[in-house]
């Protein structure tokens, strides 16, 4: 299992922080995006910190669950924004941007389930 995590981790982290470079320098794609959601900058940039904060935890032995919880919430959100304002398709990317957003919601589910007995464990506390 650890080697399956530790696979789900690094693909989910590697999407997230690659995604920050148009996040965080203000790409047309990110900012369309943002304006079509009524949230520019804030959203844009605040969902950048998210899933920088996400990218971390999932990287970080013993914060993983966290991580992943996370990374769940913030894809969770952008994937409602693909199915009610935005489309599968933005822009023309043929559903690109839709289906990474599944596939790291996907991989941080399954890092989740995983991982599930350390935030058990805290909230158990």
């Known amino acids: 299992m650890n080697k399956l995590d530790w696979a789900l981790r690094i693909v989910a982290a590697v999407i997230l922080l690659q995604t920050l470079f148009f996040k965080f320098t203000g790409a047309a794609e990110s900012v369309y995006i943002f304006e079509t959601l009524g949230a520019e ?7 950048g910190v998210a899933e920088l904060i996400a990218s971390i935890l999932l990287l970080w032995p013993g914060k993983q669950a966290f991580g992943a919880l996370l990374g769940m919430g913030v894809m969770g959100g952008a994937l409602l924004s693909h199915l009610t304002v935005l489309g599968i398709v933005v ?11 599944c596939l790291v919601f996907l991989c941080c589910a399954g890092s989740l389930w995983i991982n599930r007995a350390t935030l058990l464990g805290v909230l158990k506390r």
């Open 91 to 101: 822009q023309d990317d043929g559903g690109l941007l839709f289906g990474l957003g």
């Open 41 to 47: 900058p804030a959203g844009r940039i605040g969902s």
